[in-house]
T-cell receptor, first 114, second 114 residues
Framework: GAGVSQSPSNKVTEKGKDVELRCDPISGHTALYWYRQSLGQGLEFLIYFQGNSAPDKSGLPSDRFSAERTGGSVSTLTIQRTQQEDSAVYLC????????????FGEGSWLTVV | AQSVTQLGSHVSVSEGALVLLRCNYSSSVPPYLFWYVQYPNQGLQLLLKYTSAATLVKGINGFEAEFKKSETSFHLTKPSAHMSDAAEYFCAVSEGDSSYKLIFGSGTRLLVRP
């Protein structure tokens, strides 16, 4: 597609349930990133993929959070046993791994845990 | 460690007035610097980036920013504000080839008065 595509755009879930958020990066982009945007914490880096591997998972806030990427393309961010503090906008981004160094963001998945 | 400081969580200007949004960074290596804009309920859009070429960088929508190493600053300016510039602006830093991820400032909300 023309841009980074994320789904769902909005998700309301009950505390304790698991959620999956999907990201479809720009075609040909080898690098993929997940960020979280919340009122109290601003924009936080979560995880970075180069191809299907994740050399940096340092931003994942707890072991309830995990992500995978398959075929060097689509990525899924999974949050298990959601808590109210997980409510945020989850932004996916992608880029070429070259000197252009431009990271393009999707419109985000708005997650509300009630 | 890298960090970004944006002075002023809110900036208000009159339509037609100069826009100045401040950003200071810290980095142990020559940085790559970015400004992103976020319109309500949308993702992040790249305005401009500095990647060690010209220190004065021109971006979209009439914005520009100047990299000043001596001041560790990368302030964003626009000579004449338009109502459509009202949005939140984020400054971000990465360490270029040695690090791929963006570290964001806390953002500045620009209000444009008619």
């Amino acid at each position: 597609g023309a841009g980074v595509s994320q789904s769902p755009s909005n998700k309301v879930t009950e505390k304790g349930k698991d959620v999956e958020l999907r990201c479809d990066p720009i075609s040909g982009h080898t690098a993929l990133y997940w960020y979280r945007q919340s009122l109290g914490q601003g924009l936080e880096f979560l995880i970075y993929f180069q191809g299907n591997s994740a050399p940096d998972k340092s931003g994942l806030p707890s072991d309830r959070f995990s992500a995978e990427r398959t075929g060097g393309s689509v990525s899924t961010l999974t949050i298990q046993r959601t808590q109210q503090e997980d409510s945020a906008v989850y932004l996916c981004a992608s880029s070429f791994r070259d000197r252009d160094h431009t990271i393009y963001f999707g419109e985000g998945s708005w997650l509300t845990v009630v | 460690a890298q960090s970004v400081t944006q002075l002023g969580s809110h900036v208000s200007v009159s339509e037609g007035a100069l826009v100045l949004l401040r950003c200071n960074y810290s980095s142990s290596v020559p940085p790559y610097l970015f400004w992103y804009v976020q319109y309500p309920n949308q993702g992040l859009q790249l305005l401009l980036k500095y990647t060690s070429a010209a220190t004065l960088v021109k971006g979209i929508n009439g914005f520009e920013a100047e990299f000043k190493k001596s001041e560790t600053s990368f302030h964003l300016t626009k000579p004449s504000a338009h109502m459509s510039d009202a949005a939140e602006y984020f400054c971000a830093v990465s360490e270029g080839d040695s690090s791929y991820k963006l570290i964001f400032g806390s953002g500045t909300r620009l209000l444009v008065r008619p």
